[in-house]
């Protein structure tokens, strides 16, 4: 289904993304990041955060990492100060690239079994699929995030792959 090398280019393309909208959201007041838009999480640091919940709760599976101390129905609010959840933010990035660095082929390409707290139950499914979700979750949300900032006048980075500079 996919390989090494894209698990590394959407890690690059995560950090490059993410950098470009909190960037833009530290350009904007509190008030402003804490509006609710209408958004499916509501605010603009609501909709970050459920992000940064994700990508933890899926890398306390696939990577060993401490999973989130709020439950599902909170994610939203896995962290309400601004400045904690950037550099929660960084932090996961810079660690979501040296997993990706990390991931075999083989890897992607068996089984990933884990006890889901959503479902109440087992699961299992391809590794490669469960991968795509996570990177796919984070682009759909950042996308609102996007559209939000937007809205409200900044200038987040072009979304498009093709466009991603070379340092990251």
């Given at each position: ?9 959407m ?27 209408g ?66 082929d ?58 991603m500079?070379?340092?990251?």
């Amino acid at each position: 289904m996919i390989n090494a090398d894209y698990c590394q280019t959407m890690a690059r393309y995560n950090r490059w993304q993410n950098r470009s909208l909190y960037r833009e959201a530290d350009g904007i007041s509190e008030s402003e990041r804490q509006l609710d838009r209408g958004a499916f999480f509501g605010s603009i640091q609501q909709t970050l955060s459920h992000i940064l919940w994700g990508d933890t709760m899926w890398m306390s599976r696939f990577d060993g990492w401490t999973p989130p101390d709020v439950q599902i129905s909170e994610k939203g609010r896995f962290t309400v100060n601004w400045d904690d959840l950037k550099a929660m933010r960084y932090e996961a990035d810079a660690k979501i690239a040296d997993w990706a660095g990390r991931i075999s082929d083989d890897e992607l390409g068996s089984d990933f079994s884990w006890q889901s707290s959503f479902e109440k139950t087992d699961m299992i499914h391809p590794y490669g699929l469960l991968v795509v979700h996570v990177f796919n979750h984070q682009t759909h949300h950042r996308g609102q995030v996007h559209a939000m900032l937007t809205a409200a006048g900044a200038k987040p980075d072009p979304t498009d792959l093709p466009f991603m500079p070379d340092e990251f």
